[in-house]
């Protein structure tokens, strides 16, 4: 069996962690040996009122075992303090999940602005204010490890979920911008889309699926992402139920339509099948290899029609 993966010396944020999954990450964090801010609102579902109530309880859970926490009480709207309380407890800062979240789901046609504008609130601009205001700590000691979780109906869609959706897969598109700009100082920024059963589940599952989707299936992958000897960024990643599996774009070979004469709309339908044809496909991991076929078609006089 291979050593234990230790956190010692280490700072973790894990936001909404007063609940579900982010409870579970912060328990695994702080038995590992790292210091935790257990940051949570303390409201419902539908993000309304607060209370210091699920924070405290963690940390108590967490001291009680033999582990160091404090408690922050603020929104992931306010990540500012969130940092800010894990530097007066502790000093610095080195992992940031970025965890908390609400839902507000409605059919598109019923959605209202306030619908739309909540969720984007604390998904989307909550993990920028806490990654924002942890990102020169982390530029500053040259080692960070941050978490965004998205879930599968930010990558698929799903009924009733437009703001959400929206809000989660835009924490893909920051996460793979943050690996990047991160790589050069040691800060290696992933996605999970987790499934576990907990208060936000338990309204669209049957009671036997929530109790057999345990949180606990979905940290252990945290604590390999976030662990110093983890090389992974940029990555997305599904998790749940004991079942982790790594996603990546996938591109059809597609069809160049030759340049210097003009192409329209018959030109490709004709090609339709060929552009859909899966059959080569292709992986670009990044906007270089996005682009090759592109200048290719650039470079090349004629391809035939
Ligand atoms: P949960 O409701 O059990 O826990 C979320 C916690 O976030 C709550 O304690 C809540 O008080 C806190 N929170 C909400 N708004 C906050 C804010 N503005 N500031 C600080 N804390 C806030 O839910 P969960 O299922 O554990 O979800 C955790 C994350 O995983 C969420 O981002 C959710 O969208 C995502 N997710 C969960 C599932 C799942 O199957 N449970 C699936 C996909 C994605």
Request: glycine share 12%; with cysteine; net charge neutral.
């Amino acid at each position: 069996m291979s050593s234990e993966l230790r956190y010692d010396g280490k700072v973790a944020i894990i936001t909404g962690a007063g609940n579900g999954l982010g409870r579970q990450h912060a328990l695994m964090f702080a038995a590992r040996g790292a210091r935790v801010v257990v940051n949570d609102l303390g409201g419902g579902i539908h993000g309304e009122g607060k209370s210091s109530a699920a924070a405290d309880k963690v940390v108590e859970e967490i001291r009680a075992a033999g582990g160091e926490a404090v408690a922050n009480y603020d929104s992931v709207e306010d990540g500012d303090r969130i940092v800010q309380t894990a530097l007066d407890a502790f000093g610095t800062l080195d992992i940031v999940v970025n965890n908390a979240g609400i839902l507000r789901d409605s059919s598109f046609h019923k959605m209202t602005q306030a619908d739309w504008d909540l969720i984007v609130r604390v998904h989307l601009h909550g993990a920028f204010r806490v990654s924002h205001a942890a990102w020169p700590i982390l530029r500053d000691k040259g080692y960070g490890r941050i978490i965004m979780t998205t879930s599968a109906a930010g990558i698929y869609g799903n009924f009733g979920q437009a703001n959400y959706s929206a809000a989660k897969l835009a924490l893909v598109g920051l996460a793979n911008t943050l690996a990047q700009e991160g790589r050069a100082k040691n800060i290696h920024v992933n996605t999970i889309a987790p499934i576990a059963g907990s208060r936000l589940t338990e309204t669209v599952l049957p009671p036997e699926l929530i109790a057999a989707l345990k949180p606990e299936y979905v940290s252990p992958l945290l604590g390999w992402l976030c662990h110093e000897d983890c090389k992974e960024s940029g990555s997305l990643f599904e998790v749940g139920a004991g079942y982790i599996g790594k996603l990546r774009w996938e591109r059809s070979k597609g069809r160049s339509l030759p340049l210097g004469r003009p192409f329209s709309a018959e030109d490709v339908a004709r090609h339709w099948a060929q552009i859909g044809d899966f059959t080569d496909a292709e992986h670009p991991g990044n906007i270089n290899e996005s682009m090759a076929p592109l200048l290719a078609n650039m470079n090349s006089k004629s391809l035939g029609g």
